[in-house]
């Protein structure tokens, strides 16, 4: 499978952004995530969603802000940021995985990355 993340940008603190994980190629991965790696951090986990039955989950950092979607039919993922941080800047990051996931999962599960999308996030 290839994935094409886009969406991001600049925008001020408390603005909304949607990014985009157009998926293609060999399919069968059970759930697509998004990570985000900050200046200087670690990347991690930020939600996933189970691409059969669209169950979703959410890092505690952005419990209440972020949406995460999928429209099967497009092939596509969605990750619908609102009341956006500082500490939100990050390039983000889509990502399959093949593991029956229940919840948040790290790197060592991924199967395919996609590029990352720069989101800055200004005051």
């Known amino acids: 499978v290839q994935l094409q993340a886009s969406g991001g940008g600049l925008v001020q603190a408390g603005e909304s952004l949607k990014l985009s994980c157009a998926t293609s190629?060999?399919?069968?991965?059970?759930?697509v995530g998004w990570f985000r790696q900050a200046p200087g951090k670690e990347r991690e986990f930020v939600s996933v969603?189970?691409?059969?039955?669209?169950?979703?989950y959410y890092s505690e950092d952005v419990k209440g802000r972020f949406i995460i979607s999928r429209d099967a039919a497009e092939n596509t993922a969605y990750l619908q940021m609102n009341s956006l941080k500082l500490e939100d800047t990050a390039v983000y990051y889509c990502?399959?995985?093949?593991?029956?996931?229940?919840?948040?999962?790290?790197?060592?599960?991924?199967?395919?990355w996609g590029q990352g999308t720069l989101v800055t996030v200004s005051s």
């Open positions: 969603i189970t691409w059969r039955n669209g169950r979703k």
């Open positions: 990502a399959t995985t093949l593991q029956r996931v229940l919840g948040p999962f790290g790197s060592d599960l991924v199967d395919t």
């Open positions: 190629g060999r399919y069968g991965f059970y759930a």
